[in-house]
């Protein structure tokens, strides 16, 4: 023992036991510890997201094969798939006449609705399936022959289809849709017209469709009539003869028309998901139905310029979505699929058209 060093006596806690001094982390040490958590987290993040959109696009596959399930279901009913929209419209054509220019004699039905053109259009295709979506009530509030494209002005008699119009379903909403807030009216699920190239400007085929506009105006895009549903079709499965597992029916789309007024604050209707097709030579967009030409999720310049009520970077003839890479698509014969925004050009119009009786070729699913 050496004798010449002080006498400390041993702290101890209350018992005898020795108590133990603890250090405390330096400000370097918490620093690494929180950069540690921060690179974690940061790694963490998108798996997370990618599981949260995995989940949505699931939702949004089950959502949209509903709604193919619907139109199958009004097609056993009334043995066809239902009408894009009601025209009221008869017409003569005239072949001689340039393509554009051989429709004649456009006439109304006499069951049409009174007033001006904007007041003859009758209910959508996502109207008409209502009773196959479970939505029975809804769709006897609906007084079918009262005009679903225009106002909800007196002058077409619309404010009687205001309430239920305004009733927002979510069946048709994508869940990954960031425009779609609680209580809009958006429908991202749009029926197929057909495909084909949308800038074959002067070569129209007339089994193909017919010319149309921009919504600016120029230049001039194609309106497709070569798939299943369109203005006042009633097609059979019989028709569909490139096959069923290979003919689009419904298909997403992005494109918005953000809600507005019009003439002295009058609500507007062409964003809804109960509006018709909008069939003015002046827009060429169908509201609820879109046609397999421009290339999935297009970034095309060429598209809707940005306006008041229509979302910017829209397009009105392409299927798009909020899914990163694709779209969800149901067929005909009621399957489902994603498909990638890779997909060849020539695959993806024919699988717009029903019975072109070329082969789609690749494997596009």
């Given at each position: 023992?050496?004798?010449?060093?002080?006498?400390?006596?041993?702290?101890?806690?209350?018992?005898g036991?020795?108590?133990?001094?603890?250090?405390?982390?330096?400000?370097?040490?918490?620093?690494?510890?929180?950069?540690?958590?921060?690179?974690?987290v940061?790694?963490?993040?998108?798996?997370?997201?990618?599981?949260?959109?995995?989940a949505?696009?699931?939702?949004?596959?089950?959502?949209?094969?509903?709604?193919g399930?619907a139109?199958?279901?009004?097609?056993?009913?009334?043995?066809?798939?239902?009408?894009?929209?009601?025209?009221?419209?008869?017409?003569?054509?005239?072949?001689s006449?340039?393509?554009?220019?051989?429709?004649?004699?456009?006439?109304?039905?006499?069951?049409?609705?009174?007033?001006?053109?904007?007041?003859?259009?009758?209910?959508?295709w996502?109207?008409?399936?209502?009773?196959?979506?479970e939505?029975?009530?809804?769709?006897?509030?609906?007084?079918?022959?009262?005009?679903f494209?225009?106002?909800?002005?007196?002058?077409?008699?619309?404010?009687?289809?205001?309430?239920?119009?305004?009733?927002?379903?979510?069946?048709?909403?994508?869940?990954?849709?960031?425009?779609?807030?609680?209580?809009?009216?958006?429908?991202?699920?749009?029926?197929?017209?057909?495909?084909?190239?949308?800038?074959?400007?002067?070569?129209?085929?007339?089994?193909?469709?017919?010319?149309?506009?921009?919504?600016?105006?120029?230049?001039?895009?194609?309106?497709?009539?070569?798939?299943?549903?369109?203005?006042?079709?009633?097609?059979?499965?019989?028709?569909?003869?490139?096959?069923?597992?290979?003919?689009?029916?419904?298909?997403?789309?992005r494109?918005?028309?953000?809600?507005?007024?019009h003439?002295?604050?009058?609500e507007?209707?062409?964003?809804?998901?109960?509006?018709?097709?909008?069939?003015?030579s002046?827009?060429?967009?169908?509201?609820?139905?879109?046609?397999a030409?421009r290339?999935?999720n297009?970034?095309?310049?060429?598209?809707?310029?940005?306006?008041?009520?229509?979302?910017?970077?829209?397009?009105?003839?392409?299927?798009?979505s909020?899914?990163?890479?694709?779209?969800?698509?149901?067929?005909?014969?009621?399957?489902?699929?994603f498909?990638?925004?890779?997909?060849?050009?020539?695959?993806y119009?024919?699988?717009?058209?029903?019975?072109?009786?070329?082969?789609?070729?690749?494997?596009?699913?």
């Amino acid at each position: 023992m050496d004798c010449g060093a002080p006498f400390r006596p041993r702290s101890t806690r209350p018992g005898g036991h020795a108590a133990t001094r603890w250090r405390g982390f330096t400000l370097v040490e918490l620093l690494v510890v929180i950069a540690i958590i921060g690179i974690l987290v940061a790694l963490l993040l998108p798996a997370v997201q990618a599981a949260r959109e995995a989940a949505r696009r699931a939702q949004c596959l089950s959502q949209i094969k509903q709604i193919g399930l619907a139109m199958h279901n009004y097609e056993s009913a009334f043995g066809h798939f239902p009408a894009g929209t009601k025209t009221y419209m008869q017409s003569t054509f005239d072949e001689s006449q340039p393509y554009g220019q051989r429709r004649l004699n456009n006439q109304y039905t006499s069951d049409a609705p009174p007033g001006g053109s904007d007041c003859k259009t009758g209910p959508a295709w996502t109207i008409t399936i209502l009773p196959y979506l479970e939505e029975q009530p809804l769709f006897d509030r609906f007084e079918m022959d009262q005009p679903f494209l225009q106002l909800y002005d007196s002058t077409c008699g619309g404010t009687l289809n205001k309430e239920p119009q305004m009733t927002p379903l979510a069946v048709w909403q994508c869940p990954s849709d960031t425009n779609a807030l609680p209580g809009t009216l958006y429908n991202c699920y749009h029926a197929c017209t057909g495909g084909g190239d949308s800038l074959a400007q002067n070569t129209v085929e007339p089994e193909l469709g017919f010319e149309g506009t921009s919504f600016n105006g120029t230049p001039k895009y194609r309106i497709f009539t070569n798939g299943i549903t369109g203005y006042d079709s009633k097609t059979k499965f019989a028709q569909i003869v490139d096959g069923t597992s290979k003919t689009f029916l419904v298909g997403e789309s992005r494109l918005h028309f953000r809600r507005g007024t019009h003439g002295g604050g009058v609500e507007e209707r062409y964003q809804g998901w109960s509006t018709s097709f909008q069939i003015s030579s002046n827009f060429g967009i169908p509201n609820n139905a879109t046609a397999a030409s421009r290339p999935i999720n297009s970034t095309d310049p060429e598209g809707i310029p940005p306006n008041g009520w229509i979302s910017p970077g829209y397009r009105a003839t392409e299927f798009s979505s909020h899914h990163p890479g694709g779209v969800q698509f149901v067929f005909a014969d009621g399957s489902g699929s994603f498909l990638g925004e890779d997909i060849d050009d020539e695959v993806y119009w024919s699988l717009g058209r029903m019975n072109d009786g070329l082969p789609t070729g690749g494997d596009f699913r």
